[in-house]
């Protein structure tokens, strides 16, 4: 059975940081694309950023570069969302997901909610 | 960028009865479409790639259609289980990839 488990969300100040993490099972990780997808309260879904295989190359949205950093231990079957200079905006359940070409999001986990507020 | 627009914004429907969800790209996408289903509480799930493929494990009730610009999901006869939001996203031009607002579809 496919699992992705996302830890690390909490409750956080505007400029501070936070890490979080998904732990892989059930499939191949390292030969899938990573990614994390965000949903702001009660809105849409917002990709985020993502990551090839092999780490070679990463990708993010205009509105998080410079601030997040997407990283990936296929050792572990681990990924990882670095989240500094977090703003209000930033808040969202934060969902990690998996895909095989690159292209759709064929798995999800449940989501770790992100807080950021004074 | 691409932009994804979905209508309508909210659908009521009957069940047993047909929906019909629109999903529009504000340039050609080709056929690198895909629909996306969330219930409440609840991560999304693949339900439509290539525009019109079935991902594992749905249902044949669901079709999808289109290219270029212009798709549907169709939902053939309701079920209480497909009463959702239904998200479509774009992965011809990426990054970013982009996801259209929802289209939330609820019980007539």
């Known amino acids: 059975e496919v699992q992705l488990v996302e830890s690390g969300g909490g409750l956080v100040q505007p400029g501070g940081s936070l890490r979080l993490s998904c732990a892989a099972s059930g499939f191949t990780f390292s030969s899938y694309w990573m990614s994390w997808v965000r949903q702001a309260p009660g809105k849409g879904l917002e990709w985020v950023a993502n990551?090839?295989?092999?780490?070679?190359?990463?990708y993010y949205v205009d509105s998080v570069k410079g601030r997040f950093t997407i990283s990936r231990d296929n050792a572990k079957n681990s990924l990882y969302l670095q989240m500094n200079s977090l703003r209000a905006e930033d808040t969202a359940v934060y969902y990690c997901?998996?895909?095989?070409?690159?292209?759709?999001?064929?798995?999800w986990g449940q989501g770790t909610l992100v807080t950021v507020s004074s | 960028e691409i932009v994804m627009t979905q209508s309508p914004a909210t659908l009521s429907v009957s069940p047993g009865e047909r929906a019909t969800l629109s999903c529009r790209a504000s340039q050609s996408v080709s056929s690198n479409l895909a629909w996306y289903q969330q219930k409440p509480g609840q991560a999304p799930r693949l339900l439509i790639y290539?525009?019109?493929t079935r991902a594992t494990g749905i249902p044949a009730r669901f079709s999808g259609s289109g290219s270029g610009t212009e798709f549907t999901l169709t939902i053939s006869s309701l079920q209480s289980e497909d009463f959702a939001v239904y998200y479509c996203q774009q992965y011809n031009n990426w990054p970013p990839y982009s996801f259209g607002q929802g289209t939330k579809l609820e019980i007539k």
């Open positions: 990551i090839k295989q092999d780490g070679s190359e990463k």
């Open positions: 997901a998996g895909s095989r070409r690159g292209a759709t999001f064929d798995y």
């Open positions: 290539g525009a019109s």
